[in-house]
């Protein structure tokens, strides 16, 4: 199966073309143009998906659950066309598309089957006790709805499970809130393509058209116009700190102040402890430079610091990293200005006080090559750029004088979207000590493994306190999602007849 984008807007239904164009930047291939999109898009749009709400918001588990599959039918039957324009426009090879397709609609089904259980709805009974003294208790009922319209930022380094039917919106779509996705400009012909599989399912299933709209490109205008539109009731992003502080704010500055669950990076510390150093540090060192270097580096729960004691079996960890990225040859990055970034944070990095090369390579256009650094605990401590995220391959290696000094560390992190312990079991007295100060830094805690990569499932928590995300209740990743999209309601003294199907 072919496929050769048209460049337009999927609104209610309809493809929509502006006379304002820009022009895809691919890895490789051929370049496309691409309307830009508009606040009067963004208005019809969202005005299409209130009016989707009160059917779609409304719809049985099982019509949603219909839904999803057939969204997840029709992303699988375009399949070797999503993974020819996701990798000519990404650069990310053809086994990541084809895994991130994978994931991208087993999320959709999962959330499928998640919905059809209902445990989600937490629904709740306290019968009435008329005879109660001194006052009488009345009937009550509670459950989870759907809260409205939510708006979708895609993802730049996830064209399919975090972008257009990604996770934020594979669970707005399953707690009953159609969705406005604001397409990322890295990669315009996938989201698409993903499109066209959403509006084939809407068509399969006869749901209504406002439930799913795509508006391309844009300034910040259309960003700007999406967040504050008053029938939006929340927004799901993933992307930079700054970029996503600047459509926080907006959201608390509306006349409505809406919830913003923002995924904006981390960069997932790893503590490694002092036997399980000297008894397989090398392997970790190599383990580390694997995980670093993965896709580029462009994974959000990438591990860029590795924080160990002072001492031989630190430096020979040190070591076996650094052998291990200087085989990892040139990697194509996601886009221009990221591939710039990552410049710019390596340079930030190499110009701290006190920060010694262990590992440089020449890094240009759009390619990424690894970069390693070291610098000490009191130095880093010192320092609060030395803790900002890369976006890319670079670790920096965080060497503490002793377990005082690396509790120190730990205690001053900012919000982590992940935190790691490579320990022996002659470590677990510092384990013990490390994990309730990490448990309050992030929101996954990880022992004797690597973070990148995130399993969807009930359990999973991809979030964490503040940068890692806006919303440290919240997860982006797995069932527990959903929550970001529903809000409790209690019924008092509503008769059976009235009340809503999944209560009765």
Not at 300 to 329: K, Y
Not at 390 to 405: R, Y
Request: charge should be negative.
């Amino acid at each position: 199966m072919t496929f050769t984008p048209h460049g337009k807007h999927l609104v209610a239904g309809e493809w929509i073309g502006t006379e304002a164009t820009f022009q895809s930047e691919p890895a490789h291939g051929e370049a496309f143009a691409f309307s830009v999109g508009t606040p009067a898009l963004v208005d019809a749009a969202c005005q299409a998906a209130e009016e989707a709400f009160w059917s779609y918001g409304y719809s049985s588990r099982e019509e949603r659950a219909a839904f999803l599959n057939a969204i997840a039918d029709e992303i699988d039957a375009r399949g070797e066309a999503v993974t020819a324009i996701g990798t000519s426009e990404t650069g990310l090879p053809e086994g990541r598309l084809i895994g991130e397709r994978g994931r991208t609609v087993g999320q959709l089904r999962l959330f499928a089957s998640h919905i059809l259980a209902g445990d989600y709805l937490d629904r709740r009974h306290d019968a009435a006790l008329p005879d109660r003294a001194p006052l009488p208790r009345p009937d009550l009922r509670m459950m989870q709805r759907p809260i409205g319209p939510v708006a979708v930022f895609g993802a730049s380094n996830f064209p399919l499970a975090f972008s257009t039917a990604g996770g934020d919106t594979a669970a707005a779509l399953a707690a009953g809130c159609p969705v406005v996705v604001k397409g990322h400009s890295a990669h315009p012909g996938t989201g698409e393509i993903i499109a066209e599989a959403i509006h084939a399912a809407i068509e399969k299933c006869g749901v209504h058209k406002g439930v799913f709209s795509l508006i391309q490109g844009g300034k910040r205008d259309v960003g700007t116009a999406l967040v504050q539109h008053p029938l939006i009731k929340a927004v799901g992003f993933t992307g930079s700190l700054a970029g996503g502080r600047a459509l926080f704010d907006l959201c608390a500055q509306r006349d409505e102040p809406i919830p913003f669950f923002g995924e904006l990076g981390s960069v997932n510390p790893m503590f490694m402890l002092p036997n399980a150093v000297a008894n397989r540090g090398a392997a970790l060192g190599q383990g580390w430079a694997g995980s670093l270097t993965m896709g580029a580096g462009q994974f959000c729960t990438n591990p860029g610091i590795a924080v160990v004691l002072e001492g031989s079996e630190g430096e020979a960890f040190a070591e076996a990293a650094r052998d291990s990225l200087s085989a990892v040859g040139a990697q194509v990055m996601l886009t221009d200005g990221i591939a710039a970034a990552y410049r710019s944070g390596r340079d930030r990095v190499a110009a701290g006080t006190g920060v010694q090369e262990l590992l440089t390579s020449v890094c240009d256009l759009r390619n990424a090559t690894p970069y390693l650094y070291r610098t000490t605990a009191a130095q880093w401590l010192a320092d609060e750029h030395l803790a900002e995220e890369v976006f890319g391959p670079l670790g920096l290696v965080v060497v503490a004088k002793d377990m005082d000094e690396m509790m120190q560390v730990a205690r001053s992190l900012k919000g982590q979207l992940t935190c790691t312990i490579h320990m022996d079991d002659s470590d677990a007295e510092a384990a013990r000590a490390l994990l309730p100060v990490l448990e309050r830094k992030a929101g996954r805690v990880l022992a004797n493994g690597f973070p990148t990569g995130v399993e969807v499932s009930d359990t999973m928590v991809h979030g964490g306190p503040y940068p890692a995300s806006t919303n440290f209740g919240a997860t982006s990743v797995g069932t527990l999602s959903i929550r970001r999209f529903l809000r409790p309601v209690c019924y008092q003294n509503i008769p059976a007849s009235v009340l809503p199907t999944d209560l009765v």
